[in-house]
């Protein structure tokens, strides 16, 4: 599963409007793969979660996918629209 596809399917999955939900990649210059989130306003405090937890848990498991497939590092930006 791409980094992509897996971020998507997990943020739509605690998402209160899934529709709403857009998941892009880039590519930096460093070994670095770049995630861009957007959700809904009203989801931000669910997609984050108390401290953080979520977006942290999230981050991790998609990390772990990277180092399984490519060994890149994977930084997670989760914004509204």
Do not use: C, H, W
Not at 2 to 16: F, H, P
Not at 52 to 65: D, E, H, K
Request: glycine fraction near 4%.
């Amino acid at each position: 599963m791409k980094l992509v596809e897996l971020t998507e399917y997990l943020i739509k999955s605690i998402a209160k409007q899934p529709d709403m939900v857009s998941v892009k990649q880039f590519d930096s210059e460093e070994d670095q793969i770049i995630i861009e989130v957007l959700v809904a306003e009203s989801d931000m405090g669910i997609v984050i979660g108390r401290s953080g937890t979520n977006a942290n848990a999230i981050r991790t498991i998609v990390q772990a996918a990277s180092y399984i497939q490519e060994n890149k590092r994977v930084r997670i930006n989760i914004d509204s629209f």
